[in-house]
């Protein structure tokens, strides 16, 4: 048996998927006895939600919780870890999880590991599984045997949990000691204005990464893109030197894009871009590099250098005519 | 203003071959450039411009071995004014560590702003920040994208995933994790390099700041990713590759 902590994470009123995938994700552990924690007294209507998922749900009743600051939900997750006493602490690593991942294991004292993409409980302790490098190479980390652990896992490394034969029970807990005011306060949420185009509702997508070099030769991609018939997108560093606004970009912090056919030029593949390309039809990537982690996720690859494969597919698609 | 910046020194893998060693639990180095993490630059910019906007110290700091000073003369050559190192051997597993030498060196000694990147781009954990705020019982956000700093307070932005951005307020002293885009990071100048030679690098031992070096975390092995999709590569003259990829294009959406 294994008592494992879920933290369920939602924003604006409404559950998150990963919620879901974690308490998938913790069926991985040997009879597990999965509690799913949800922080703040305005997400009641959300642990009732969460019933049906889990055998407990536990309500962090506290109206401080209603908005994250990472202080006050360690110090409130600690006093629930005291209480429930689980080996387990798992978490997304969601931005809301990795705010909080390090910080909640240094108040616990207890040994962690982030983004996990595998999970192997043993005897010898529980295994790990991680990309290291860029996604470059495969690591596997083990954890002490028999000390009580905190885990995130990367989102969709888990499908989201079925609904369970009998709803599980929704109990609250109002932790105590909490401050009058958060140390972190929220202000106001801020909405990325939107593009000249919105590339969510592109049917092809030309995406140029760091490996264009310079700003000029961004033209060479949006040629493609034209003669493709298609969208210009682009990886964040693209955007973060100011090239293209933040409307262009795919990724966990940029945009979602689900295209018929998505050409990826010069871009590694980091998997916050690749989280965002996930829903593409037909993916074709050129890069010069044949280890880059974007060909695992490609159907089609060129290995060469953009500067020529670029050209020469535009100059087919001009000779052919649209 | 006095702010510690923590930076790592870290190979730069894209576009390069990453190699296993023959220990099965590390990569060889021996032909891979190292250079300050992409985040860290980012933190170190950040500092300096709060620096020359108003005034105070920046600390360069990393925990590493001797080769990773390289990381901290760039932070110098930047406009940092002082560079700490913890003296380590490898990089460690655990994602603990870092955070544990970090706290017991920054504890009591004034620092006002705590920057870290918000991953290190080798083992990518992205805790390290996080784990210092409860370490030192400090407030910390992470994925700052923008920051204002008043007289003991700042207001800044961070990201939220799919484009949305959170605006939060928080007192000083503070741990803040930054993200790319918050501000470029300049060149080094010639005279910056210079100016950089001058200052020495202060080495301490863990044991010097109270604290040891133990891991809890076990790196059991590294190996090469497992295969993902059936992909297709390409093969021909670059206009048979052109002529394909405009096929296989239209094919989908005529
Ligand atoms: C919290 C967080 C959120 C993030 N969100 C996003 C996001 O939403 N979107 C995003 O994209 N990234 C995001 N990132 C950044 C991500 O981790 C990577 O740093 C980024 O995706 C890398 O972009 P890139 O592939 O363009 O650049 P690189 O990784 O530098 O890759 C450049 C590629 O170009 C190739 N190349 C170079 N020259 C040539 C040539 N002449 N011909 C062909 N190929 C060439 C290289 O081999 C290399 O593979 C996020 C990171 C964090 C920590
Ligand atoms: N060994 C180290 N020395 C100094 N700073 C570090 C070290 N490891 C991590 N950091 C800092 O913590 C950030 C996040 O690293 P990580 O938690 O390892 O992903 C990095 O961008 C650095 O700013």
Redesign the interface.
Known sequence: MTRVLVLAEH?RRELREVTLEMIRAAEAFPGAESTVVVPGAAAAPLAEALAPFAARVLLLDHPLLDAY???EY?AALRQVVEREDPEVVLLP???RG??????????LHR?????AVGIRPGDG?L?ID???????????????PG?PVVLSVRPTTFPAAEPRGSPGAVEAFRPEGLPEAP??????????AAGEVDITQA??IVAAG??IGEEENLALVRELADA???VLACS??I????WLP??R?VG?????VRP??Y?AVGI?GAFQHVAGMAGA??V??IN??????I??????????DLF??V???????RS?GS | MKILVCVKHVPEVTDAEVEIARDGRSIDTDDLAFDMGEWDACAVETAVRLKEEHGGEVTVLTAGDEEAEASLRKGLAMGADAAVRIAVEAPPADPALPARLIAAFARGRGFDLLLTGVMASDLGYGATGPALGGHLDLPHATMIVDLAVREGAAEAVRELEEGLKERIAFSLPAVLAVQTGLAEPRYVSVMGIRKARRIPVEVLEPEDLGTEVSERVRLVGLSPPPPGKDVEILEGTPGEIGARVVDLVREVRP
């Open positions: 924003r600051s990472p202080p360690a690593h969601s931005y990795m705010d909080l991942a390090g910080r909640l294991a240094a108040v040994p962690f590991v982030t983004d302790g295994e991680r990309q290291v490098y860029g996604g470059r190479v495969h690591c596997r980390l083990v954890l002490p000390e140390a972190v306060r929220f202000l106001e949420y801020v909405e990325e049917e092809v760091r490996g493709l018939g298609g964040r560093p955007v973060d030197r100011g933040r409307s970009q966990t912090s940029g945009r979602a018929k056919v050409v590694s039809g037909r074709i990537a010069r590099d044949p280890n880059a982690p060909f695992k996720v490609a159907d089609y690859g060129v290995v060469g020529r494969v050209p020469a597919i535009v100059e087919a698609a052919r």
